[in-house]
């Protein structure tokens, strides 16, 4: 199923850029044919109406960004909440292993799950699937968090550029260098 898929999604692509290229020749041609007294302005007018329209596109969808900054930011806040009980305190999470969780707690991750759903970017979602999967399996919950800090970045409009794998995580070790020696193990 994942082949046809693939092999849709190529033919999809062939034929766009080959309606494209049509497009594009059609265009040549109908220019090219115009009276030279003609063909400078409507090309200056036909480029001035698609710069428009990209400025239009550009600046909804940065408003759209930032009127949904204040949710997402409520719900990484919860995030960091739950972190922070788990941080403070290493010995609760040993308290609730294998057993339900508190209420209070299963109320906090149900809002938070939901929180995510609504308004949280695809790769923080992802990043967050990770790092629920790392957390079950144990193995580097610790880069998974790292990952998941770093999508909460990008997804606020941070850059993450000069960052390398685990410094976001670092800022919450009492000892950063208990990440490094972690990996080398």
Known sequence: MKKIIEALSILIAIVFLAGAAWGVLKVAQWVGGLDPAYAGPTIAAVIGFVGLLYGQWHSKTREIEQSHRPQKIQVYNAFFSILEKFLKNPDALAAIEGKPLPDELRDQFWALNQGLIIWASPPVIKAWLKFRKA??????????????????????????IGLQAGDAVKVFLSDPNELDRLLRR
Not at 135 to 160: F, Y
Request: glycine content about 12%; hydrophobic content about 40%.
């Open 135 to 160: 957390s079950v399996s144990g193995e580097h919950v610790l880069l998974a968090m790292d990952g998941m800090l770093r999508a909460i970045r990008k997804d606020l409009g941070n850059s993450n």
